[in-house]
């Protein structure tokens, strides 16, 4: 997650880099107004800050929210890589850290609504 943050923000920096260059260019070419190319240059300044921002806060609640993992209520199968498998088979494959939280299995679901 960390990676595709700091690929995100790049793209951002990028475009707001590229927009308040074009900005600023058009603006001294035809105006010639230093004061309107420097306007321009902050507004662009403070909206890639505040995009930026908000872009690390969403990414470390992105963060928190991948990192439960649903266990079922009724048979402790842990969800991982999109299958339910048993706590053993996910101790062979490695403890990651991880916050656990309930649910029920895709096995548990079908015996428990046809009981
Ligand atoms: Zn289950």
Not at 6 to 15: A, H, L, M, P
Not at 89 to 96: A, C, E, N, P, S
């Amino acid at each position: 997650m960390i990676s595709l943050r700091r690929k995100i923000i790049t793209g951002q920096v990028v475009g707001f880099i590229l927009i308040a260059g074009v900005s600023v260019a058009n603006e001294l070419l035809t105006s010639k107004e230093i004061s309107h190319a420097v306007t321009e240059l902050a507004i662009a300044l403070i909206v890639a800050v505040v995009t930026i921002y908000y872009t690390i806060k969403i990414t470390n609640y992105l963060n928190y929210i991948i990192s439960f993992v649903r266990i079922c209520s009724y048979c402790n199968k842990i969800f991982t890589d999109n299958k339910w498998i048993t706590v053993s088979v996910k101790l062979r494959k490695g403890l990651d850290q991880f916050t656990p939280t309930h649910g029920i299995c895709t096995d548990c679901y079908i015996k428990e609504r046809f009981k």
